[in-house]
């Protein structure tokens, strides 16, 4: 990873049971940030906590290892569409972004999804998906 990640914004959301969830995780002040309505698409963000210098690190590790920012801008399975979309924008401090989506189920998912999920749990302290 050639340049500094500044903030992430990761949202989720399922069609059939109307659930939004969104987070961002701001490195430049190693904040955590959510929304706490999940029926609400455009529910504000509240602070969650701040993050360790430690688990900020490990994340960055992790992302240059399991080749985070090098995620194609769509994942796409038709064959199986259950709903769960997702979406994770990376702003970078050069002001330039990165966006990554899946659609129809995320049955399509980049290489390494498990483990990056595991490592923004980790950095987070919580499960993505509740």
Not at 10 to 36: G, M, P
Request: hydrophobic share 35%; proline share 2%.
């Amino acid at each position: 990873m050639n340049k500094d990640i500044e903030e992430i914004f990761i949202s989720f959301n399922n069609r059939n049971v109307f659930y939004f969830k969104t987070y961002k995780i701001d490195f430049k002040n190693n904040a955590l940030w959510t929304t706490n309505d999940t029926k609400d698409r455009n529910a504000p963000l509240v602070f969650v906590k701040n993050i360790d210098n430690k688990h900020i690190d490990d994340f960055i590790d992790n992302s240059k290892k399991y080749g985070f920012t090098s995620w194609k801008a769509y994942y796409e399975d038709n064959s199986i569409c259950d709903g769960t979309d997702w979406r994770i924008t990376v702003r970078f401090s050069d002001a330039t972004s990165q966006f990554s989506t899946g659609t129809c189920g995320g049955h399509n998912n980049p290489e390494n999804w498990d483990k990056m999920v595991a490592a923004f749990e980790d950095l987070m302290g919580k499960d993505m998906w509740g």
